[in-house]
């Protein structure tokens, strides 16, 4: 029964507040997100492409399986958040794509968040109108 154990391997990604699980086996290239093809959870082509980058740096498109759970943030995010994870996960099923991963800036958390609103103020950096009168 062990044998017969498909190889997993797993990857965490985050953008802003978006979390990408993200569980990558050898398979057939389908990608599924949140229990959804990822033509139907990421509709435009751009945020495809933007989840398909780690694949097309290492030139390993259709040779695994991706399975992922994101939640929090927006859909940027979340692609952003997915690709990491998924060039996080690549690394762990084969350590010669790391410096393909690292030289196209996919290994890179992408730290900018959003800024806390301050108290007495209307916004992050915005001030209420100053008038001397």
């Known amino acids: 029964m062990a044998d017969s154990?498909?190889?997993?391997?797993?990857?965490?990604?985050?953008?802003k507040?978006?979390?990408a699980r993200v569980r990558l086996a050898s398979g057939s290239g389908k990608i599924t997100v949140n229990g959804r093809a990822l033509e139907n959870y990421f509709l435009t082509e751009t945020l495809r492409s933007v989840v398909a980058e780690p694949f097309s740096a290492t030139e390993t498109a259709g040779k695994f399986d991706v399975r992922v759970n994101v939640q929090g943030g927006g859909p940027a995010g979340q692609a952003g958040a997915v690709r990491h994870g998924i060039s996080r996960a690549l690394i762990k099923a084969d350590a010669n794509y790391r410096p393909n991963l690292k030289s196209e800036g996919l290994l890179t958390r992408d730290p900018r968040m959003k800024e806390r609103k301050k108290y007495g103020q209307p916004g992050a950096r915005a001030r209420f109108q100053f008038s001397k009168r």
């Open 17 to 19: 507040t978006a979390v």
């Open 5 to 15: 154990k498909i190889q997993e391997f797993l990857g965490t990604g985050r953008r």
